[in-house]
């Protein structure tokens, strides 16, 4: 027994130390990660900042918290807003877009189109001074949405029936439990015509564009970034460093210092999102995509 043990204590031992002394080991970890991913600009300060707008819109306080960091950092010139969202929800989309407004009034903003910079994401970028797009982007889709399934015979087959107590007439407006009536239909409609009325007119004021050629450059129209830069929407075609060079004639920053986000805080953020966003985007509601 004891020879056994000897010959598979090169295995067990270190094991048995984890084990023992699993915080410490944890900890020590986390250390070495974050050491590893240091380098000697993050001990510079930086004078520039990247902020990204990612996934579909509909938990916003990180992005809203780092443009209010941003805005009040004296040492910060300017921010680049990278964008890769197919839009989201309306009200957190405007939140980003008047925090970019209120951003921009202080500091130059360049926002960029990585992927997709479609309705509710390209709604948040619009009060930045330069929209640049990658060439392989796809920019637009400005419309307003409002959907929600009809499961009324799929309850009839199964044997479940709904129950209501309400008062107002509109009070079961979107319901999924039936179709809709007539009153409900036009209800949900004034919504959605009120709130595109919303979206053009701020794109139109943002990009200086006549509000009553929406049909044009919004009516939900998905364009290329070519596409996209003809009608208004963007003002340059390019890659990442051209986003960054506007930035820099912009803001006149010689020796640009970008701050860096921790890779682990970032990790965490995008897992946290990712799982809001797959449960939030189950749920009825009024969607800028």
């Known amino acids: 027994m004891n020879l056994i043990s000897k010959l598979f204590y090169p295995i067990t031992g270190p094991i048995g130390f984890i084990q023992r002394n699993f915080k410490t080991v944890f900890f020590l970890t986390i250390l070495y990660f974050i050491v590893s991913n240091s380098d000697t600009k993050n001990l510079e300060t930086a004078n520039l900042q990247i902020i990204e707008l990612n996934g579909p ?53 360049v926002a960029y189109a990585s992927g997709i910079m479609a309705s509710g994401s390209y709604y948040a970028s619009i009060w930045a001074n330069k929209i640049v797009a990658n060439p392989g982007s796809m920019i637009g889709s400005i419309g307003v949405i409002m959907q929600s399934a009809d499961a009324s015979e799929l309850m009839s087959k199964i044997g479940i029936k ?37 979206f053009i007119t701020d794109v139109s004021n943002a990009r200086n564009l006549k509000k009553e050629n929406h049909e044009t450059y919004a009516d939900a129209h998905i364009f290329t970034a070519s596409q996209a830069k003809t009608v208004g929407l963007i003002d340059n075609v390019g890659t990442i460093s051209t986003a960054k060079l506007e930035l820099l004639n912009l803001t006149k920053v010689q020796q640009p210092i970008w701050s860096k986000e921790d890779k682990m805080d970032k990790f965490m953020q995008k897992m946290l999102n990712n799982s809001i966003a797959h449960i939030t985007t189950n749920l009825n509601g009024l969607m800028a995509n």
């Open 57 to 109: 819109i509909m938990v916003v306080d990180e992005v809203l918290e780092k443009i209010e960091k941003a805005k009040n950092d004296i040492n910060i010139k300017g921010v680049l807003l990278t964008v890769n969202s197919p839009g989201g929800a309306v009200a957190p989309s405007v939140e980003v877009a008047y925090a970019i407004k209120e951003l921009n009034e202080i500091k130059p903003v």
């Open 162 to 198: 709904t129950q209501t107590v309400k008062i107002g007439k509109y009070k079961e407006s979107g319901t999924p439990t039936r179709q809709w009536t007539k009153d409900e239909r036009a209800e949900l409609e004034k919504v959605t015509q009120d709130t595109y009325e919303m």
